[in-house]
């Protein structure tokens, strides 16, 4: 049984450009969640997302980030016209359910973002 | 925002029990205690959670006080592997955000 998948696992991005982030979650897994984590920090929750629905978004920038995760394929994070201040690990996590105790998530290898 | 607190480090002897604390006070109603760590800059790992009732798993044990203000991991024979930052989490509100906060940064040493 595959884990969470996440692709690119490394990214390079000029500043201005796009940066698309994919993220497999774990088979029968219908619920997602992004974080992102600064150098020497812990991460930080961005969005939730279950099929087609965003949960809880209030952990994302306000501008030129968003995500979706469609009824088909993976969730996407997206972040327009990055800055430098954009480079991170990018976390995809994933569980079960929302019922507290199988809400256990299990998370990707992560992608980094390096904004030149 | 942070629901809790940990030691920032933690050092323990290659073969020997690696205690680490974590207080929870403000823990309430049906809140479980989970436990993770992030080898050097890998996804965090799933460890261990639990409500009330000491945990066991291949990996550690998870020891909650009876009133569940605080829980102690224990890594029963720690290796240098076993070298990660460890992070006690809460969940918040009714959502499933968790806050990593700091963790405890665990030195394994031979």
């Known amino acids: 049984n595959a884990g969470v998948m996440q692709n690119p696992r490394h990214l390079v991005r000029r500043r201005g450009q796009e940066a698309r982030l994919r993220c497999s979650p774990m088979k029968g897994h219908s619920h997602v969640y992004w974080y992102r984590q600064l150098p020497e920090e812990g991460l930080k929750f961005m969005v939730y997302l279950q099929k087609e629905n965003i949960i809880d978004e209030s952990g994302m920038p306000k501008e030129r980030f968003s995500a979706e995760f469609p009824k088909e394929g993976p969730s996407i994070l997206r972040i327009q016209q990055v800055v430098r201040g954009d480079s991170a690990a990018y976390f995809c996590a994933s569980s079960l359910n929302r019922v507290s105790g199988q809400e256990t998530q299990y998370f990707g290898p992560g992608t980094r973002l390096l904004v030149l | 925002d942070a629901k809790t607190t940990q030691p920032t480090s933690m050092d323990c002897a290659e073969g020997r029990a690696a205690n680490l604390p974590c207080n929870h006070s403000?823990?309430?109603?049906?809140?479980?205690v989970y436990w993770y760590r992030q080898i050097h800059s890998q996804g965090p790992q799933y460890i261990i959670h639990g409500l009330k009732n000491n945990e066991t798993n291949e990996m550690a044990s998870l020891i909650i006080t009876e009133d569940r203000k605080s829980s102690t991991l224990i890594l029963p024979h720690a290796t240098l592997r076993d070298t990660a930052v460890y992070y006690c989490?809460?969940?918040?509100?009714?959502?499933?955000?968790?806050?990593f906060g700091s963790g405890t940064k665990l030195n394994v040493k031979p």
């Open positions: 989490i809460v969940r918040e509100g009714n959502f499933n955000k968790f806050y």
């Open positions: 403000t823990i309430s109603g049906n809140e479980y």
